[in-house]
């Protein structure tokens, strides 16, 4: 059973930076590709980013494309989301998620373990 917790959360104005951190334990995290995912208020959740377990892929949604950087340091069992440029649209509780498989983006239950999220506001 592999647990994961996220931090980094916070209050930034528009045009800012944040880093989100997502610490792994209970198990071998360098066999799993690793995600992050956000739900706005009243939205969906949406995928943002993956990183395959070697760090040889990453793949990001359209809307975050030059902007965030997806990150592990497998040594330390931590995946990490730079996020630059930060709009108000960006406001949501960010997830981070690992699979087993580095996958196209899919339903929730395709993803093996979930942490509780970190809460993101951009101000204007």
């Known amino acids: 059973q592999v647990q994961l917790v996220e931090s980094g959360g916070g209050l930034v104005q528009a045009g800012g930076s944040l880093r989100l951190s997502c610490a792994a334990s209970?198990?071998?995290?360098?066999?799993?590709?690793m995600n992050w995912f956000r739900q706005a208020p009243g939205k969906e959740r949406e995928f943002v980013a993956a990183?395959?377990?070697?760090?040889?892929?990453?793949r990001y949604a359209d809307s975050v494309k030059g902007r965030f950087t997806i990150s592990r340091d497998n040594a330390k069992n931590t995946v990490y989301l730079q996020m630059n440029s930060l709009k108000p649209e960006d406001t949501a509780v960010y997830y981070c998620?690992?699979?087993?498989?580095?996958?196209?983006?899919?339903?929730?239950?395709?993803?093996?373990?979930w942490g509780q999220g970190t809460q993101v506001t951009v101000s204007s």
């Open positions: 990183i395959s377990w070697g760090s040889t892929s990453t």
């Open positions: 998620a690992a699979s087993r498989r580095y996958r196209p983006p899919g339903a929730d239950h395709e993803y093996d373990y």
């Open positions: 209970g198990g071998t995290f360098s066999m799993y590709a």
